[in-house]
């Protein structure tokens, strides 16, 4: 399903080529010295990315010593001007090997805090827009709620 770049060796996937604004990773900050480069990165530069991303832990099983799957993080990010995921996975220099195009950026938003029918078929724990980090502006887009009234909470 992927071929190798000769460019830099990294698997690209053959589904990386669409064009897009929005891309999608899902990044292990507390195994991969990268992916938390990556994070910082992208939260030092406003300017030049919009982002919204959630940690996620993993999921118990039956036996609650055991998890399936790993702490991520899903992070969401728009670029200024259309690319494409293989162009991005060069852009990230080795940072990361897969990075999606989104062509749904609002059922991405779905999908990172698992309220989709396949979520919670799969018993998943759901998340909630209030545990989204980000700019401001991308959130309200993606989750309908200015940042400055999630910082505040409910006020009863």
């Known amino acids: 399903i992927y071929t190798l770049s000769l460019h ?3 698997p690209i996937y053959k589904s990386n080529s669409g064009r897009a604004r929005f891309f999608g990773l899902i990044l292990y900050p ?3 010295e990268s992916h938390k480069r990556l ?3 992208i939260q030092d530069r406003p300017d030049n990315f919009e982002y919204a991303m959630i940690e996620h832990v993993g999921e118990p099983l039956d ?3 055991e998890t399936r799957g790993k702490n991520h993080v899903h992070l969401i990010y728009k670029k200024r001007m259309q690319s494409s995921g293989n162009t991005e996975c060069k852009f990230w220099a080795g940072w990361v090997n897969h990075v999606e195009p989104i062509t749904s950026p609002e059922a991405y938003a779905s999908y990172m805090l ?3 029918p396949q979520a919670i078929e799969a018993g998943k724990t759901p998340y909630t827009s209030d545990q989204v980090k980000g700019t401001p502006k991308l959130i309200t887009k993606l989750f309908g709620k200015p940042q400055i009234l999630r910082n505040l909470g409910d006020i009863s």
Do not use: V
Request: proline letters at 0%; aromatic letters at 6%; one cysteine or more.
């Open 8 to 10: 830099d060796a990294l």
């Open 30 to 32: 507390e195994e991969c």
């Open 39 to 41: 994070i910082n990165y």
């Open 63 to 65: 036996d609650e010593e």
């Open 114 to 116: 698992h309220d989709t």
